[in-house]
T-cell receptor, first 113, second 114 residues
């Protein structure tokens, strides 16, 4: 079946550090891949997406590249800020699962000044 | 602000009780999806309503039920509450049932079952 595996948190970084949050997936066919972010006390927001192999999604300094050969969609940011502290979810959607989102467990990020 | 509002924001119930959670979708959206997010977990799909009819259901028992109204707002009802039902319940609206990037989430209702 379809599944998403994220690296476990919490991740704690100092401001301006480099961030990587790993995400790998299992899916039949060609899923679309997403990163969502959940800031404290708020709902989930789409951060970025990629719909086909080798696509790179980017937003707010975050990037992720759809790697079909390694079934990965790792999230990266070159210089994190305190305001990036949140929980990050990797997710996929696939025509094979009636186009419903399948989510990872989430990775909590805390950025210290 | 996504335009999706959920009420109440917090709720405390006891085992065996029933609960109704409400969601107002973003203007122009005709589809509502409900998710359960337990502490430290990713959201789990409960069901989706498209134009007032259930349009897909996740792996939840029948005591989880829903409604969508002509104005596309929605309710999630849970009967015979169990301790494991304690979670954040998220509503997401969209135009059409395709999901993915076109979902707009509310801030959720935090349900505690004692």
């Amino acid at each position: 079946g379809n599944s998403v595996t994220q690296m476990e948190g919490p991740v704690t970084l100092s401001e301006e550090a480099f961030l990587t949050i790993n995400c790998t997936y299992t899916a039949t066919g060609y899923p679309s891949l997403f990163w969502y972010v959940q800031y404290p006390g708020e709902g989930l927001q789409l951060l970025l997406k990629a719909t086909k192999a080798d696509d790179k999604g980017s937003n707010k300094g975050f990037e992720a590249t759809y790697r079909k050969e390694t079934t990965s969609f790792h999230l990266e940011k070159g210089s994190v800020q305190v305001s990036d502290s949140a929980v990050y979810f990797c997710a996929l959607i696939n025509a094979g699962n009636n186009r419903k989102l399948i989510w990872g467990l989430g990775t909590s990020l805390a950025v210290n000044p | 602000e996504t335009g999706v509002t959920q009420s109440p924001t917090h709720l405390i119930k006891t085992r065996g009780q029933q609960v109704t959670l409400r969601c107002s979708s973003q203007s122009g959206h005709n589809t509502v999806s409900w998710y359960q997010q337990a502490l430290g977990q990713g959201p789990q799909f409960i069901f989706q309503y498209y134009r007032e009819e259930e349009n897909g259901r996740g792996n939840f028992p029948p005591r989880f039920s829903g409604l969508q109204f002509p104005n596309y707002s929605s309710e999630l009802n849970v009967n015979a509450l169990e301790l494991d039902d304690s979670a954040l319940y998220l509503c997401a609206s969209s135009l059409g049932s395709q999901g993915g990037e076109k979902l707009f989430f509310g801030s959720g209702t935090q349900l505690s079952v004692l």
